[in-house]
């Protein structure tokens, strides 16, 4: 009975689940894995073999999975209530959640909205940089515009999708898109300006300065994932470019969007990426590991200055008009003030930088195979990017799924990671033990290694 229930699992998702970011017509060619169960860093699936989570549960997870203390205050908050709206009410997790994170975010930050997802974060980062100059009327008026970098992602809905930049995703969309500004690159591996991070001028910021020094007036906004453009590869950015960008956002009269939806939460080393370099954006989104991985939430967090500019008289209508059904959920926010709490009590931060350096001398094997091109790490998020040819940076067709391939025969070794293209990605729960990274890292380095000879 329990073996047919099982397999009817496999089947019913095979029959009836259209999955995201999937082909399904290969999808349902093969029996797939379904998961049933997880401890810790490990996921068990229905026909109770285990996989080392190596991708954090596509990088939401943090103190790993059914985690006592956060487990215990989810069924503590369903004592009380389950959910109740932020629509003409307050909600007591979300007050004391707003505060917390108002507490650990970059000085300056000081108002909370809610909402689900990252997607629905950066959406509400947008209308609000957006609205925010319509709110101040005048000449400002004309500041419309987005700035967005290449490479960038900020999520699948479509105000996410004007300001991304992954053709792969993206480009189909078009039509449906708003009008944006591109911004320079800093993928130095494949510079677009033809130079070397250990050389360059920094050519790319200068760029930037004269975009906005031309074109400012109509800029709203720029957004950018601070340290780490995790989705379009983990692509890291050279030191001091945050810092930057920043300052010449500030001297044009250009809001600062941070996306920290993968950053945040302690994934780079720091609880956000920013305070690395000391900047405070105007408005800041995170999601993926507040809630520790265990529910959606998300929340666009904003300076005074960007709140102000939406106080008038009620006839005025500068309100923000936007809200979601599920905006500030009691039991999410109940999961992300235990995942804080774990922050503390069990010294997450400082825990997490020797294992930091351990990823990086895996790492360091790992850059030695002859089809590695580029190794990238910021933290606790690492890129390996595989190429036909080191010296030429020549990429594998498409088609060949490189990437796919390594992937799926980690998993034939107990380990569950998910690449970016030819990018094998590997962003573990920061409680992830050394021994786990040690077998994580020996897996994946074997993987290429057998894929790419
Ligand atoms: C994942 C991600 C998003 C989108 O978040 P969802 O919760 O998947 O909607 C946005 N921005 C960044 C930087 C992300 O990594």
Not at 20 to 45: K, N, S
Not at 150 to 175: E, R, W
Not at 392 to 420: F, S
Request: glycine letters at 10%; aromatic letters at 8%.
């Amino acid at each position: 009975m329990k073996n047919r229930s099982r397999a009817a699992a496999g089947e019913k998702d095979r029959r009836f689940v259209w999955h995201p970011f999937t082909q399904m017509r290969d999808w349902v060619r093969e029996e797939q894995p379904v998961i049933q169960a997880a401890r810790g860093c490990w996921l068990e699936d229905t026909n109770g073999r285990r996989y080392l989570d190596g991708v954090s549960s596509l990088w939401v997870n943090i103190h790993g999975h059914r985690k006592r203390e956060i487990d215990r205050a989810i069924v503590r908050q369903l004592g009380k209530v389950a959910h109740s709206t932020l629509l003409g009410l307050g909600g007591a997790p979300s007050a004391e959640l707003a505060e917390r994170l108002v507490r650990i975010a970059p000085s300056g930050i000081e108002k909370v909205f809610f909402s689900d997802d990252g997607s629905t974060a950066v959406e509400v980062a947008l209308k609000l940089a957006f609205q925010y100059w319509q709110n101040r009327g005048g000449r400002w008026r004309g500041k419309r515009k987005f700035v967005r970098l290449p490479n960038a992602y900020h999520g699948d809905t479509l105000g996410a999708v004007s300001v991304g930049g992954i053709g792969l995703f993206h480009k189909v969309y078009g039509p449906l898109l708003f009008r944006t500004v591109e911004g320079p690159s800093f993928y130095c591996y494949r510079c677009p300006l033809g130079k070397r991070r250990a050389s360059c001028g920094r050519e790319c910021l200068s760029a930037l300065a004269r975009l906005l020094e031309r074109r400012g007036k109509e800029i709203a906004a720029l957004i950018i994932e601070p340290l780490v453009q995790a989705a379009g590869g983990m692509i890291v950015a050279p030191d001091g470019h945050l810092a930057a960008i920043a300052e010449l956002c500030r001297a044009h009269d250009v809001l600062l969007i941070a996306d920290e939806v993968a950053t945040g939460f302690g994934r780079t080393g720091t609880i956000f990426a920013c305070e690395r370099e000391g900047v405070t954006p105007d408005l800041l989104a995170v999601a993926k590991g507040i809630t520790g991985g265990y529910l959606p939430l998300a929340a666009t967090l904003a300076t005074r200055r960007i709140h102000d500019g939406f106080l008038a008289p009620f006839r005025l209508k500068k309100t923000f008009f936007h809200g979601h059904s599920y905006t500030g959920n009691a039991l999410a926010c109940a999961a992300a003030l235990a995942n804080l709490d774990l922050f503390e009590k069990e010294r997450v931060l400082e825990r997490v930088q020797p294992k930091i350096a351990l990823l990086a001398r895996l790492l360091r094997r790992i850059a030695l195979l002859p089809h590695v091109g580029d190794v990238r790490q910021c933290g606790f998020m690492a890129g390996i990017e595989l190429v036909r040819s080191r010296r030429t940076k020549r990429e594998y067709a498409y088609a060949a799924r490189v990437g796919h391939r390594v992937c799926m025969r980690a998993r034939d070794h107990g380990v569950m990671i998910r690449p970016l293209g030819d990018v094998i990605v590997i962003l573990p729960p920061l409680s992830i033990s050394r021994r786990e990274l040690e077998f994580l890292c020996g897996v994946v380095e074997r993987c290429i290694r057998e894929e790419t000879e």
